[in-house]
């Protein structure tokens, strides 16, 4: 079996309707990292990852991974009775985890011809492009016209219409359905937007996540 693996909340959802749509069968986790657990990073490791004959590491920039986080925590799981400035400090959720865990796969990747890494925002930047690498290292044709027919059909408003219509609930039950249609932070499909964090943190929360960013030495 073939995987993708992610820290939740790194664009994987987007990424998995559109892989879906191309056929791939391929396993989806978080490795352990899921806001439901909220496991602190001393206890994930990358042994998962035996399971699997290529694997997929998909990572978003940590500022967006955690401000998005905080909503699929607060509004769709089981709630958070902190504040969002909590929540990007805190050990079990916040950015020093994610950091730590991208670098952690992201290390290993570099060990193993049978795993490559993606960005969620190269997939942004050329959606086909990426898609077709990714495809390709999934030992699957690549069908340009039909890569283009999918991403042309998975832009971000068509997506967010067709949870918001019930289209996702019949194939993705709960993974993409609102928790509560009225309250547009409920939404798997909330914003997508690259460099989002900024319009959503106070400037010393954006201080804070700028300096973890800046003060963390990746593997080598």
Same mark, same amino acid.
């Given at each position: 079996?073939?995987?993708?693996?992610?820290?939740?909340?790194?664009?994987?959802?987007?990424?998995?309707?559109?892989?879906?749509?191309?056929?791939?069968?391929?396993? *989806?986790?978080?490795?352990?990292?899921?806001?439901?657990?909220?496991?602190?990073?001393?206890?994930?490791?990358?042994?998962?990852?035996?399971? %699997?004959?290529?694997?997929?590491?998909?990572?978003?920039?940590?500022?967006?991974?955690?401000?998005?986080?905080?909503?699929?925590?607060?509004?769709?799981?089981?709630?958070?009775?902190?504040?969002?400035?909590?929540?990007?400090?805190?050990?079990?959720?916040?950015?020093?985890?994610?950091?730590?865990?991208?670098?952690? *796969?992201?290390?290993?990747?570099?060990?193993?011809?049978?795993?490559?890494?993606?960005? %969620?925002?190269?997939?942004?930047?050329?959606?086909?492009?990426?898609?077709?690498?990714?495809?390709?290292?999934?030992?699957?044709?690549?069908?340009?016209?039909?890569?283009?027919?999918?991403?042309?059909?998975?832009?971000?408003?068509?997506?967010?219409?067709?949870?918001?219509?019930?289209? %996702?609930?019949?194939?993705?039950?709960?993974?993409?359905?609102?928790?509560?249609?009225?309250?547009?932070?409920?939404?798997?499909?909330?914003?997508?937007?690259?460099?989002?964090?900024?319009?959503?943190?106070?400037?010393?929360?954006?201080? %804070?996540?700028?300096?973890?960013?800046?003060?963390?030495?990746?593997?080598?």
């Amino acid at each position: 079996m073939d995987a993708v693996i992610s820290f939740p909340k790194s664009g994987r959802t987007w990424l998995r309707v559109m892989l879906d749509q191309y056929g791939l069968a391929l396993e *989806w986790t978080h490795a352990g990292a899921g806001h439901g657990n909220g496991r602190p990073i001393s206890k994930l490791d990358t042994s998962e990852a035996r399971k %699997y004959r290529r694997i997929l590491f998909l990572h978003r920039d940590p500022r967006d991974t955690v401000v998005s986080g905080y909503y699929q925590k607060a509004f769709r799981r089981d709630g958070y009775a902190g504040t969002m400035s909590d929540f990007i400090r805190d050990p079990l959720h916040g950015i020093d985890k994610v950091l730590r865990y991208n670098d952690m *796969w992201i290390a290993l990747a570099r060990t193993r011809p049978d795993m490559t890494v993606e960005s %969620y925002e190269a997939l942004q930047a050329d959606t086909e492009g990426t898609l077709a690498r990714i495809v390709a290292f999934f030992g699957q044709p690549v069908d340009a016209e039909r890569i283009r027919q999918i991403v042309e059909d998975s832009r971000f408003e068509r997506m967010q219409a067709r949870e918001r219509e019930g289209d %996702y609930a019949r194939s993705y039950g709960k993974i993409l359905t609102p928790s509560d249609p009225s309250q547009p932070d409920s939404f798997k499909v909330r914003k997508g937007k690259v460099g989002g964090y900024r319009d959503e943190l106070s400037p010393e929360d954006i201080a %804070y996540c700028d300096a973890a960013v800046a003060a963390f030495t990746p593997s080598r």
